[in-house]
């Protein structure tokens, strides 16, 4: 049986555990509300990019760019978006089980002799995609983390085009747990390189037909101008999902930890006091056995 010390030493552990957890979950909180201010602030600028598109695309001209140029796929590169830092629950056991699961579907679609390279991103998806990087899986290292700047996020882009325009890529997707809210992220899967030029009609304003405009110099030469800011502006709202998912699946983790240690808390003082009370009135027995000797 526990005694009164080692009980009162386990609750102060308890404790202190849940203060602890209960800060994470505040941090965790604030560092999602900024991340989705940044989807918000983003939004905008995305939004205008497409106007520019849409007014583009709803002319009968044909336009030509290496960006939107299909071709056989013989080597895809999966880029997956995981997190630098623990404590996150099953954020990045679960994205690395969807990565598994698209490798195989990378390989049902092109066939079983296709190239596949994964571009982990962070450093907790970085060491399990090296458990599975081999002669069939190759495993490319970027100087990009959960932490990275514009600068390095701009790097990594430029990193890419170059990739896909020198054909060391043919096909270049992103795999990231979209944010729809503090208890909901979402797998998704997205083409990066090639630009999808039926997504990007598809998501054509119908009301850009009803605004013609007049392109200087030529519409072909504005969309090869606006077509890499598109593809920018994807890779940075990807990885702003990314982050506020982390920190909402962090946010959650700790919630739990901290109910887990609430509940172990009072259990402890429910036997603590047991324990105290037991001990009290074996006293005042012992107190009463004497008074009947004398």
């Not at 519409?219 to 982390?246: W, Y």
């Amino acid at each position: 049986m526990s005694t009164l010390r080692e009980l009162k030493t386990r609750i102060g552990s308890v404790a202190s555990t849940q203060k602890t957890t209960s800060a994470m979950k505040m941090i965790s909180s604030s560092k999602m509300r900024k991340a989705t201010g940044q989807l918000q602030r983003l939004s905008p600028y995305r939004h205008m990019v497409q106007h520019v598109i849409s007014h583009l695309l709803v002319t009968d001209q044909q336009f030509d760019s290496p960006l939107i140029a299909q071709r056989d796929v013989q080597r895809v590169a999966l880029v997956v978006f995981g997190s630098d830092d623990g404590l996150c629950g099953g954020f990045n056991v679960n994205i690395f089980k969807q990565l598994l699961g698209t490798i195989a579907a990378v390989r049902n679609e092109y066939g079983a002799q296709v190239g596949i390279t994964v571009v982990p991103v962070g450093k907790k998806m970085t060491k399990a995609v090296e458990k599975i990087a081999g002669k069939d899986i190759q495993m490319e290292r970027v100087a990009l983390n959960t932490r990275s700047g514009s600068e390095e996020l701009y790097t990594f882009i430029d990193l890419l085009k170059t990739r896909f325009l020198e054909r060391t890529f043919d096909r270049v997707e992103m795999l990231y747990m979209h944010f729809i809210s503090t208890g909901k992220q979402v797998f998704t899967r997205e083409q990066l390189l090639p630009v999808s030029y039926q997504g990007l009609a598809d998501n054509v304003d119908p009301r850009a037909a009803n605004s013609p405009c007049l392109f200087e110099p030529d519409a072909n030469t504005i969309f090869n101008t606006v077509l890499p800011l598109h593809i920018k502006s994807m890779l940075q709202d990807v990885f702003i999902q990314s982050t506020a998912s982390e920190q909402s699946a962090r946010v959650m983790a700790m919630q739990a930890a901290s109910d887990n240690a609430k509940e172990l808390l009072d259990e402890l003082q429910l036997e603590y006091n047991k324990l105290r009370q037991q001990g009290i009135t074996t006293e005042l027995l012992d107190i009463l056995g004497g008074q009947v000797e004398r």
